[in-house]
């Protein structure tokens, strides 16, 4: 009873009374080694009778129900991933903990659907959701991909139903989510209130815990504008303490945030190849988030970056521990955690990344490849009922999947260069340009973080020859089914867009190399000050006249702003294109000729 009170209908009549101060300080100062693997702190409370419990945690799974492929199958040398895989993971980890007295809760932090392969996003990401709730999921914030289709589909996952456009295409409905949704600093603007709970309780062995779980206050800048008008994102802090405050006032002081933001590991002379229970030279976002949280947060789940980590980090008066599983369902953060009766606070929490391994070993430390040089999956550590799940939706969706659309020389790869240019980057750009010249554009440009993935010459995940692509492959590499647009710059407003790539000019706080089209070229400057980083525009050879107009093809997304590029909002005439971006990758792989890396070499970095 006191969950369905307390969150969110009493929360919600108490909130705005609440003064936004930070709570009181725990009792002792924690002991605690920074960057320990695992991540563990000691509260050094007063123990009097404790309960025992575990969380286990993921975020950023993006429809993952294949095991990930290519350069992305392993993670530090181990084949990882795939729904069956983690089902099995988590079953096993339960009973471990079941063993020891501790009572499991399943949490996430966001971005469990949104930029998903074709047997997700063909039906609406329906299918990860029923994954979702068949691995046993309790509690989750939402993340900025939740909001790819906009509020309204959130809402949708959520509470279940058939989809406005395409209904039910699985033929037995749609139920939703049963676990959770938490989204305390998505803001309805007409209402004030949040879209989703912002709060959750839940009991163990009678001892409350409490969850906030929230997103980004940057969401806005990386989503489509269209589908998120009517909300707002408030700050992560603010929103974070005002309602563990709230929880604190109801007496529950054991509280995890649930939070879709974070930060990465990077590589030292020490430490060349950070582990997965590694905090190795830790940076991002999620620091300066946690030192100003309440101290009642002992443990804050994070995502977004796709790193994986094992930190303790000083929170406003002690510590807390950090965690993130990376991404696809890779890796499972394995939290044990203690609870004082007596204060209600956690005592003691430790967290240790555990990997979510697929494969079949060799006998010789390594796994065993078939012909191709692809991991074998192991049959034996397959989970029954997840795989029927998704086997139901593979089945649906193979005919589309599997349909060969074109071929590659070779591997096509989205790394960049130091230039910021990537080989795969410069074909999509292409692509959209030849599947706008009838719109008569000049040149394309495309976000770097609308790419998700490489093409791999020898995947082949419907029996296809080498170097030939499926539909399933070009849609995982190009997954948000964004319109293709083509609307008229002055070569002034040009330059304003490409100076918008680098912080600091026209409001943009995150770097971002645009990906451009055959026959544009311009050079940038690290050391030039903004909004005079950029030179050398030139289409085919001849200097960009800032007087004149050009036809310049995005996608929709960054027409409208996205991605901090708001200069691109002041194009005119603009024309959409038929179909979706995937629809232009297609039809340029379909040609008849091999596509080959591109060049990436039109762009130059000066300095």
């Known amino acids: 009873m006191l969950r369905h009170l307390a969150a969110p209908a009493l929360a919600l009549a108490v909130v705005a009374t609440l003064p936004m101060t930070r709570s009181e300080q725990a009792q002792a100062t924690p002991q605690y080694q920074p960057g320990m ?34 350069s992305g199958a392993v993670v530090n040398g181990t084949p990882a991933g795939g729904v069956e895989y983690l089902a099995t993971y988590l079953r ?26 074709l047997v997700s996003a063909a039906f609406h990401d329906e299918p990860t959701i029923e994954l979702m709730n068949e691995v046993g999921l309790q509690v989750s914030s939402v993340g900025n991909h939740e909001f790819d289709e906009g509020v309204d589909e959130l809402l949708r996952m959520d509470r279940g139903g058939c989809h406005p456009v395409d209904g039910c295409q699985d033929g037995d409905g749609f139920k939703g989510a049963k676990f959770t949704y938490l989204a305390a600093n998505t803001i309805n603007k007409k209402t004030g209130l949040p879209i989703l709970p912002p709060i959750d309780i839940r009991f163990v062995k009678g001892q409350p815990v409490g969850f906030v779980g929230l997103t980004l206050e940057g969401t806005p800048g990386i989503v489509n504008p269209a589908g998120i008008k009517d909300v707002r994102f408030a700050n992560e802090v603010e929103t974070a303490n005002k309602w563990g405050s709230l929880l604190k006032l109801f007496g529950i002081k054991a509280q995890v945030l649930l939070i879709h933001q974070g930060g990465q590991q990077s590589a030292s002379e020490q430490v060349p190849v950070p582990g997965v229970d590694d905090c190795n030279n830790f940076s991002g976002p999620i620091v300066d988030i946690v030192k100003g949280l309440n101290p009642e947060f002992s443990l804050v789940v994070s995502g977004h970056t796709h790193r994986f980590y094992s930190c303790t980090l000083p929170n406003s008066k002690g510590t807390s521990v950090v965690t993130s599983a990376g991404t696809n369902g890779q890796l499972i953060t394995d939290i044990d955690y203690t609870i004082d009766r007596r204060t209600g606070r956690f005592a003691e929490v430790t967290a240790k990344n555990v990997v979510v391994e697929n494969g079949v070993p060799d006998g010789k430390g390594g796994w065993l490849k078939d012909a191709a040089g692809v991991y074998l999956k192991n049959p034996d550590t397959v989970d029954p009922k997840a795989k029927k799940v998704a086997d139901k939706y593979r089945t649906a969706v193979a005919p589309i999947a599997n349909r060969v659309v074109g071929t590659i020389t070779g591997d096509i790869v989205r ?26 554009a000049q040149l394309a440009l495309m976000n770097p973080g609308g790419i998700r993935a490489d093409f791999d010459a020898e995947a082949s995940a419907g029996g296809e020859p080498d170097g030939k692509v499926t539909y399933g492959e070009a849609f995982t590499v190009q997954p948000f089914n964004n319109l293709v647009v083509t609307q008229t710059l002055t070569g002034a407003q040009l330059k304003e867009v490409l100076e918008q790539q680098f912080v600091g000019f026209g409001g943009q706080t995150t770097q971002r190399i645009l990906q451009v089209s055959n026959g544009f070229t311009y050079s940038w400057s690290s050391t030039a000050p903004a909004g005079s980083k950029v030179s050398a525009l030139a289409l085919n050879g001849t200097p960009i006249d800032p007087a004149a107009t050009y036809r310049v093809t995005t996608n929709d997304f960054l027409a409208n702003g996205g991605d901090g590029f708001t200069k691109l909002t002041a194009g005119t005439d603009r024309t959409t294109a038929p179909g979706f971006d995937v629809d232009a990758l297609v039809g340029y792989l379909g040609t008849g000729t091999p596509v080959a890396p591109g060049p990436a070499n039109r762009i130059t970095k000066a300095d």
């Open 37 to 70: 693997a695992p991540a563990g702190v000691s509260y050094g409370l007063p123990h009097g009778q404790v309960v025992k419990g575990q969380f286990l945690s993921y975020n950023d799974f993006h429809g993952a129900i294949d095991p990930p492929g290519g």
């Open 415 to 440: 790394t960049a260069g130091a230039n910021g240019e990537s080989p795969l980057g410069d074909v999509i750009a292409d692509a959209q340009l030849a599947w706008t010249k009838s719109n008569n």
């Open 92 to 117: 096993k980890l339960r009973s471990e903990a079941a063993a020891e007295g501790r009572q499991t809760l399943t949490v996430g932090a966001g971005d469990l659907i949104g930029a998903t392969p």
